[in-house]
């Protein structure tokens, strides 16, 4: 059986541009990414077929395991701000976090 696993990218900088991209060019659908200036992430969006846009929770509510790409100081404010929604969790952390839909 296979499983689909939308994917959400926060943050459309070096590193999440990077990883939506190789991950869109193999087939994963990543149906959504986000940047606090818009056309950072509309740009992306285009590349990788997702929609664009400007609040991390719009990425989460789309995605099935969302990465979070932003500058180090922002992970944890903005992970505190998804984790609000109780239907997510996060289920690993390099030094990073990746939230997946659980509800
Ligand atoms: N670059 C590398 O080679 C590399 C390698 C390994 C690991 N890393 C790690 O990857 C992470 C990201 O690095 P990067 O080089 O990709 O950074 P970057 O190019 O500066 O990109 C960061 C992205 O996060 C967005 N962002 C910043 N603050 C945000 C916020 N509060 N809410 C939503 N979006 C926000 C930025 O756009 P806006 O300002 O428009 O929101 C931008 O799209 C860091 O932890 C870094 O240590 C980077």
Known sequence: M????KIGVIGAGVLGSALARLLAA???PVVAVSSRRLE??????????AEAH????????RADLTLLTLPDDQIGPVAA???RDPSYEV?????HYFFRKVA
């Open 91 to 95: 289920v690993f952390k390099t030094p």
């Open 2 to 5: 296979s499983v689909t696993v």
């Open 54 to 61: 400007r609040l991390p929770h719009e990425v989460a509510v």
């Open 26 to 28: 193999r087939g994963y």
């Open 40 to 49: 950072r992430a509309e740009t992306l969006a285009v590349a990788v077929g």
């Open 81 to 83: 701000e998804v984790a």
